[in-house]
């Protein structure tokens, strides 16, 4: 990773400031920001000069049901770095394509460390109610280890072979994923 951090470094030097280019005035919030136009305006050029580039792709996510948005810098050399974002389910195409272009341009600049919009959000966290995530079920957990005595693999095998990822321990794989996994290693014994 020292070439990609290397050119980073070089072409944040090089960044002008961002223009917020866009006003919100909604209620308790009135804020600038920079669309996603003057973010890629701003950097385009000090990535190219130091051998950068910069792509959104979306794929599919944790959940066999669900999709990604993935934000990547990459380096000439195949370094990069990458951040990754649920995709929520939205069925109108407008509102899908708006939701997308907000976290382009928060996942794009939160990876260039760019300051691309006012700090304003900091008095409204107070409003955010914070959930804790939800966790795999003890009973699934024991049927888990269960399955993979029965089929004399270790549970980490078995998990990263259904989840197409490396797997050390149950907890890295989202509960979203329970049931599918379940249903998977049910098949599996019903087979060997």
């Not at 708006?98 to 700090?119: F, H, I, K, P, V």
């Not at 399955?147 to 050390?168: C, F, G, M, Q, W």
Request: net charge negative; proline share 4%; with cysteine.
């Amino acid at each position: 990773m020292k070439e990609i951090y290397t050119a980073l470094i070089k072409a944040q030097a090089q960044f002008s400031t961002v223009e917020k280019n866009t006003a919100v005035n909604a209620g308790k919030f009135n804020f600038k920001f920079a669309n996603y136009s003057a973010i890629c305006e701003a950097i385009k050029k000090p990535l190219s000069d130091n051998n950068l580039a910069f792509m959104h792709v979306t794929g599919v996510g944790l959940d066999v049901n669900s999709e990604r948005l993935t934000t990547s810098v990459i380096h000439e050399s195949g370094e990069q770095i990458s951040t990754s974002q649920p995709v929520p389910v939205i069925p109108d195409a407008q509102q899908y394509g708006a939701w997308l272009t907000y976290m382009r341009r928060y996942q794009l600049s939160a990876l260039l460390g760019l300051a691309s919009d006012e700090d304003v959000e900091a008095p409204a966290i107070s409003d955010i109610e914070i959930k804790v995530a939800p966790k795999w079920s003890e009973s699934s957990v024991i049927d888990i280890e269960q399955y993979a005595d029965h089929l004399n693999r270790s549970v980490s095998d078995l998990l990263s072979e259904i989840t197409k990822k490396p797997v050390d321990k149950i907890s890295d794989v989202p509960v979203a994923w329970e049931q599918h996994i379940l249903k998977t290693l049910e098949k599996m014994s019903g087979e060997s």
